[in-house]
């Protein structure tokens, strides 16, 4: 019965947020200050999800090479700004996480 | 090289082509939500429905892990809500490029709307061709994203009856390093640095903030920082010796 409640509930909020503006701000010009600033939405969203992704580890500040994100995450990142290939990007991130814990756990 | 001639095929065919890498991405996603969900107090079929009739990748992995912390459902709505703020200028970006189509569009799009396909579509909007059928290449976009999400459910909850702590796996870092692959092509200008630096340094001071609004504070404060970067880039090149603008 929760569940029902609160599956029924998330689904109204999401959509809540996610129709109303597509259906009605394309009726209103938005003003071009408006517009210029959605260009910074998706990278600044995008990194306020990262880094404290990455940074934190069982909320802890963790700027070391113990952590393991952090490591993978910054590897992934160059591989990102070279190569533009988001497929290799994921594919090296996943695989420099594993081996960083495989490298971690063995040097304990 | 003459353009071939737009096609609402060709447009649907192109979307579902470029998100790709982005479903590979959800993959381990959503089977780590799946297993997750189904083992924090969701039934199989409740963390089944919610990729269903939810679908938003971290508000329900944040709504599992709540549930499984014993959080009340008053709370995970408002997480939700949230959570999900950022889609609201996700669409507020679309709205233009999506004026002309009818409501029977626009519903099933904004549903449908994820960081993902947001994306992938906009910069087919973005593109200068007047092809009429871009909402198509929106539409494949959306549904590759979407089947993936509710099939890799199924797999994760199936699976979770196996796994023990699936999270420990790091299994959840598959969308870490999806959003690291999405953002990195955006930064090809200082401004865009800017705002870079300033929602990451933002969001690590804000990170003890309830209920993720540290999310949103550091996103609008990126934004601002690189709204006045571009500002003040423009005047700086704006300097005497510059030709004037054309009016």
Known sequence: MNEVVLILGMAFITLAVR????????????????????????????TAIIVPAILFKQDRLTIDPRNDYLVAGILAAIVAARSKNLLLTIVIGMLALLAWRWLLATNR | MHPRPPSRAREFW????????????????????????????????????????????????????????????????????????????????????????????????GFWLTDESFVVVVSRYRQPDAAPYKHWYHLGSALFMYTNWIGCTVLGVLAGQHIQDPQSWGLDFAMIVTFIGMLVPFIRSRPVLVAVLAAG????????????????????????????????????RAAPDAPAEAP
């Open chain 2, 14 to 109: 192109g979307g579902v082509q470029a998100t790709g890498p982005l479903v590979v991405g959800a993959i381990p996603f959503a089977i780590i939500y799946g297993a997750v969900a189904s083992t924090s107090g969701l039934s199989p079929l409740g963390a089944v429905a919610m990729s269903a009739l939810v679908f938003a990748g971290s508000a329900q992995f944040i709504a599992a892990n709540l549930l499984a912390a014993g959080t009340s459902v008053a709370l995970i709505l408002l997480t939700t809500l949230v959570v999900n703020l950022r889609h609201l200028l996700y669409a507020a970006t679309l709205a233009p490029h999506l004026k002309h189509l009818p409501q029977r569009w626009l519903l099933p799009l």
């Open chain 1, 19 to 46: 129709y109303p503006a597509l259906a009605l701000l394309g009726k209103i010009a938005p003003p071009a200050g408006l517009l210029r600033a959605l260009n910074y939405v998706p990278p600044a969203v995008l």
């Open chain 2, 201 to 236: 340094i933002s969001a690590t001071l804000t990170y003890s903030w309830p209920n993720k609004l540290g999310l949103i504070a550091a996103a609008l404060l990126g934004v601002g920082a690189g709204v006045i970067a571009e500002t003040y880039q423009a005047r700086h």
